[in-house]
């Protein structure tokens, strides 16, 4: 059983939830502080892959990074070739878990008690020590199940990753494609045993977030 699917569908998730990590925050953050009309629209801009079908998100990285599109041109000046690469499942990943630790950090701010953060201003503390030793410990229950669900849904992605980095045995295989082209080939049998390694990582990734929300539950009590 080659195993790389498996590397590879981590390696694109890993990376993926750390870029959505930090920019999912940002987002956030700002985004909680905006007038509520401004707010409004940003919200369905930033969640919009959340409702799209995967493979018309896969279809928009694809007129955007395309070969012969603008910007899939521009890199290609430099070398630089996005689709039917493994690393272009990254971008596929990023967009479509984005809105997931969007929302989740954003319910975990407004949920946060801003008197903590005009107290720590009163003490003469700057707005970056607030928010990293203030903010985030407090909404940290929140901001870690929006990761744990962000890893699992880059895990999982399938059809914008379908579209952009296609099926490439030992290049760009994940475990959601690998399971198709078994299937579609008439291979159930394996395909079968990579279906029963994600349900175990799911598994292990839904306890996570259980786990999490008994703690905060705990917490509030």
Do not use: H
């Amino acid at each position: 059983m080659d195993w790389y699917p498996l590397y590879n569908s981590l390696r694109i998730a890993a990376i993926a939830c750390v870029a959505v990590f930090f920019t999912g925050i940002f987002a956030a953050y700002y985004v909680a502080k905006l007038p509520r009309l401004v707010k409004g629209l940003l919200d369905v801009v930033l969640t919009l892959p959340m409702v799209l079908p995967p493979t018309v998100v896969g279809y928009f990285l694809l007129l955007l990074f395309g070969v012969k599109r603008p910007f899939g041109i521009f890199l290609a000046r430099f070398g630089i070739k996005v689709p039917m690469t493994w690393w272009s499942a990254v971008f596929a990943a990023a967009v479509v878990s984005f809105p997931l630790m969007y929302r989740t950090a954003r319910g975990a701010f407004e949920a946060f008690d801003e008197d903590l953060a005009d107290a720590g201003r009163t003490l003469g503390l700057s707005n970056t020590y607030i928010f990293w030793r203030v903010r985030m410990p407090v909404c940290r229950q929140g901001i870690l199940a929006g990761t744990v669900l962000t890893f699992a849904r880059a895990l999982g992605e399938y059809g914008a990753t379908s579209m952009i980095a296609g099926y490439t045995p030992g290049r760009t295989a994940t475990i959601s494609t690998t399971v198709y082209q078994l299937w579609r080939t008439d291979n159930e049998a394996l395909a079968f045993r990579w279906v029963l390694v994600n349900l175990a990582i799911s598994a292990v990734v839904l306890l996570a977030v259980n786990m999490l929300e008994q703690k905060q539950k705990g917490k509030t009590r």
